[in-house]
Nanobody, 129 residues
Framework: QVQLVETGGGLVHPGGSLRLSCAAS????????EAWFRQAPGKEREFVAA????????YYADSVKGRFTISRDSAENTVYLQMNSLKPDDSAVYYC??????????????????????WGQGTQVTVSS
């Protein structure tokens, strides 16, 4: 199973920027799709963005379109989430997730957590003045 490690979280003022990184433990040829989800206290885990490794197709939640950008670096086995114009509502624990080419996940909707085989431990993002 792919191991994922997120880094880059922290405290930022409203309007500021952060870049999250998600490093995979193995070559990404076994991964079909990687995504970022987030979960705020008392709320369900929600989809943020996703990218396919082969084609680079990207998908975004409406709440982050135009502000967040997901990208990948195959040489580094890493996916990034560039977050600009951050708002207090963006505060949450951000999780990286991966869906394998030969997925054993119970779901297939990329916008839902059930579609992913592996998860990172999460990194806290706090947007506050």
């Amino acid at each position: 199973q792919v191991q994922l490690v997120e880094t880059g979280g922290g405290l930022v003022h409203p309007g500021g920027s952060l870049r999250l990184s998600c490093a995979a433990s193995e070559r990404t040829f076994s991964i079909h799709l990687e995504a970022w989800f987030r979960q705020a206290p008392g709320k369900e885990r929600e989809f943020v963005a996703a990218i396919t490794w082969s084609s680079g197709d990207t998908y975004y939640a409406d709440s982050v379109k135009g502000r967040f950008t997901i990208s990948r670096d195959s040489a580094e086995n890493t996916v990034y989430l560039q977050m600009n114009s951050l708002k207090p509502d963006d505060s949450a624990v951000y999780y990286c997730a991966a869906r394998n080419l030969l997925s054993r996940a119970v779901g297939s909707n990329l916008y839902l957590p059930s579609a992913y085989d592996s998860w990172g431990q999460g990194t806290q993002v706090t947007v506050s003045s």
